[in-house]
């Protein structure tokens, strides 16, 4: 553990740092302070250290002693960074805790909760912002070079730099540059994040004058009836609304774009780009000054109460029930008295529909964290936060790791959503989990809600844990949408099903096309097809990295490995029997869009999955056209079940519900419900009754039953015995290790050695190893081990000492050469 206590020294006392550096080391490095430096090192400080041989680092100061090291002689920290520290003791605790219990390395999780620019190494990629214009003539000398070099390379990493210079301390330089918006970090891979934009348009002031217009529109219904009928249209929308947006404006006139850009050529119109928000205007639910149901206001005041007693409460509130409305309220609350709130959702994508409705409230005081920023940006929220100008903060998972000194809130929304499970690389936490640890260790509250919860939450809830609160009636009294289940299997023998939709939903598609309403339809797959085979010889093309087959994507006519990312060209003949009689087996999102297009020539299919999402605001553009009713029909992976709440979208296809349903997985049934669920949800959530339609070979499955029903409660009650019988969360703690090596058999005999290791201490707690569904993954074999430790008479911390030190023990022996093992905490 670290120590946080801060002696007081002279000027003359020789100092020594122990700093946490960005890299998987067991033990903390010590450095020695120079004199000088005495009375300026400080807990939470940036210093530039030299590590091994050759290689400069960014570290933080953990500890400030007088005693040397005894093991190695101390070498002298380069360059101290900061005037004042950019971590602050909180951070540090909960650091330490999250490498204890997650078994990793706190280095690992500096690695992870730092952004990269304040964590600068010899290899860390520097380029010039060519977005930012500057005064060259306001630079330094040492500067102007290094600017002068990223002209004719434009990348360089902080060697080339410190060579260029002829020096090692460049990082201070770099800081300057950095700050001054000059350079940027080109480790971030995100795209930077931009917010939505909108066309308005706006009639030439000359036009407001009645016989100028009457002039006009005589000249139009004579030579452009087309345009006639779109300023008659805007004079009408004008009169209704304030602003004009373009793409009601088409709708509105039928005149079609070409005749908006006509009027606008004539300077008759003026077109102007606005930044907006995703939310529709005039609705009430999103209202600045909304008034609470009186069945939110009872919730509302049981939160209160149950705070009083419990730090962590559990909002059980189905969907579109105003748990949002809750949330603003306790926050509001919570800024009043002069405390932070941190807000967790589980998706990026979520962030811009609530900090608009937020903003409302807390304006400047408000600010968004998650990867679609650049290193830049997200350097420029941490200082926000860490000088206390941020009072709120959005964000994803990495959220959780900024710099709160006063933290009163934490909203952890959707809980139950495997998005706030890190799987790779190291530290494996779980954000809800290390937010609820946060909690306790500011002393503030934390409030879960889902439609959903996830078991884990639920048990602790009815357990008195957590303090209980439920929200069973939709904002707005709208009903929850009307659910059918069709089997695949009898409209197969009856030959109604058309390629992979079946009668009842294309009949449900239909109607919604012709009442000019919207549809989303849920593929858990993306790419065409998962597998192509011979019909010869039964060949099947597989990863040359995984032990998986590749999956056909017929946009870029290639094979493509979803675990490492391998392409090779779509072969036209078979490589192992030279038989030309090759086929495609199953389908993803991309299939189904192409059929659907075939089904419905005249309707605008659109498609959202990670290959239509990956280029710069991708996304967002599919959400606005979706809300602008320039799709028709939108076909997605689990993405469509997110955050997506739109007036007129009323049918909701689920085209095959048997992938979520038979999956491996002891939590199957669990996340089959909540998946299902929520994209249900989507269905009719203004106005008007939504319509599920659940296709499936297994139309009697109980998931199903319950979905229809959503009867949650059954749902769990059903599933808590067979968890607690075989040895599952929430009874049971899971720990889940990875032993990976290049060599299948190599890989046997560690993995052996390692689980018989683990039985002597731990006995039959210990299951495996076995190979998981995926037994190879970027040329690496995988074997997994499997702990279940019971909840009750069980110390964890012992259990993750004992873990740790068996796989020291085992990295110190020949056997391990080769291999790495990744130890996984409460792994699904």
Not at 53 to 58: E, I
Not at 248 to 276: N, Y
Request: glycine fraction near 6%; include cysteine; proline fraction near 4%.
């Amino acid at each position: 553990m670290l120590e946080f206590a801060e002696a007081k020294y002279t000027d003359r006392t020789t100092l020594f740092v122990e700093v946490i550096l960005p890299l998987a080391i067991a033990i903390n490095y010590t450095y020695r302070v120079p004199l000088e430096l005495n009375d300026q090192v400080a807990i939470g400080k940036r210093v530039v250290v030299q590590f091994g041989k050759s290689k400069l680092y960014t570290a933080i100061i953990a500890r400030i002693t007088d005693r040397a090291p005894e093991k190695y002689e101390a070498k002298y920290i380069i360059e101290l960074l900061d005037d004042v520290p950019v971590v602050n003791r909180e951070q540090l605790q909960f650091w330490t805790w999250m490498a204890d219990y997650y078994l990793c390395n706190i280095g690992e999780v500096m690695n992870a909760a730092l952004p990269s620019a304040l964590k600068l190494a010899s290899e860390t990629k520097i380029t010039l912002n060519k977005e930012f214009e500057f005064d060259r003539s306001e630079l330094n000398d040492r500067e102007y070079l290094i600017v002068d070099a990223l002209d004719l390379q434009p990348e360089l990493t902080v060697s080339d730099i410190a060579k260029l210079l002829g020096q090692k301390t460049v990082m201070p330089i770099l800081k300057q540059l950095f700050e001054k918006n000059i350079i940027i970090i080109s480790e971030e891979v995100s795209d930077r994040y931009k917010p939505r934009r909108k066309t308005y348009i706006s009639i030439n002031p000359v036009y407001h004058n009645s016989a100028q217009l009457q002039e006009l529109f005589e000249i139009l219904e004579r030579r452009a009836p087309k345009q006639a009928d779109a300023v008659l249209a805007y004079m009408k929308l004008s009169r209704q609304q304030k602003a004009v947006l373009k793409s009601e404006l088409i709708e509105a006139s039928g005149a079609g774009a070409a005749a908006i850009k006509g009027l606008i050529d004539k300077e008759i119109f003026f077109a102007e780009e606005r930044t907006v928000s995703r939310l529709r205007e005039g609705d009430e639910e999103l209202e600045a000054n909304f008034e609470l149901s009186p069945a939110q206001q009872v919730a509302l005041g049981e939160i209160k109460t149950q705070f009083e007693q419990k730090d962590v409460v559990l909002l059980h509130g189905v969907t579109s029930s105003g748990k949002t409305q809750l949330y603003i309220k306790q926050i509001e609350e919570m800024v009043n008295s002069g405390r932070q709130v941190l807000y967790l959702l589980p998706e990026i994508a979520l962030t811009t529909h609530i900090v608009e409705r937020l903003r409302k409230y807390f304006g400047a005081a408000i600010g968004v964290y998650h990867s679609r920023f650049n290193d830049n940006e997200r350097v420029e929220v941490w200082q926000k936060v860490l000088n206390g100008q941020y009072r709120v903060v959005l964000g994803a998972r990495s959220s959780i790791f900024l710099p709160f000194d006063d933290l009163g809130l934490i909203v952890v929304d959707e809980e139950h959503e495997t998005s706030y499970k890190q799987f790779d690389p190291a530290p494996r936490y779980n954000a809800r989990d290390a937010a609820i640890y946060m909690g306790n260790m500011y002393n503030s509250k934390v409030l879960l809600g889902s439609a959903t919860p996830s078991f884990e939450s639920y048990y602790n809830a009815k357990g008195g844990k957590y303090g209980f609160v439920e929200l069973m009636e939709r904002y707005g009294g709208v009903q929850l949408p009307a659910t059918d289940v069709v089997s695949i299997t009898e409209e197969t023998k009856k030959k109604t099903i058309q390629s992979h939709f079946t009668s009842v939903l294309m009949q449900d598609i239909g109607n919604a096309l012709t009442a000019k309403e919207q549809v989303i339809l849920f593929q858990n797959r993306r790419g065409y097809a998962p597998v192509m085979v011979c019909r010869t010889c039964a060949y099947t093309p597989k990863c040359v990295n995984c032990d998986v087959s590749l999956t056909y994507h017929k946009s870029s006519g290639r094979l493509h490995c979803h675990y490492c990312g391998y392409r090779e060209e779509s072969p036209a003949v078979c490589p192992a029997c030279g038989s030309t009689q090759l086929e495609y087996k199953g389908f993803g999102t991309e299939k189904i869009e192409d059929e659907l297009q075939l089904l419905l020539p005249d309707s605008k299919i659109a498609r959202m999955d990670l290959d239509t999402t990956r280029s710069k605001n991708a996304f967002q553009n599919i959400l606005n056209e979706l809300e602008e009713k320039r799709i028709d029909v939108l076909v997605g992976t689990q993405m469509v079940a997110k955050g997506l709440d739109f007036d007129g979208v009323t049918v909701i296809g689920i085209i095959n519900a048997d992938s979520l349903l038979k999956y491996p997985d002891f939590r199957a049934n669990e996340r089959a419900f909540q998946m299902l669920a929520q994209v249900s949800g989507r269905a009719g959530r203004r106005g008007k009754q939504g319509k599920v339609v659940i296709q499936t070979y297994d139309p009697g499955n109980r998931v199903l039953k319950q979905v229809i029903e959503n009867d949650y409660i059954d749902l769990y009650n059903t599933e808590m015995p067979e968890r607690k019988s075989y040895k599952y969360p929430p009874f049971y703690r899971l720990i889940n290790i990875n032993i990976k090596h290049k060599e299948a058999e190599v890989l046997h005999n560690q993995a052996e050695y390692l689980a018989k290791e683990l039985r002597q201490h731990f006995g039959d707690r210990v299951i495996g190893p076995e190979y998981p569904m995926v037994g190879r993954i970027r040329n690496y074999f995988i074997k997994s081990i499997l702990l279940k430790f019971e909840k009750d008479g069980v110390s964890l911390p012992k259990v993750r000492a004992t873990l740790r030190e068996v796989i020291l023990n085992y990295n110190t022996t020949k056997l391990s050469k080769g291999s790495i093992v990744q130890p996984d905490v409460d792994p699904y």
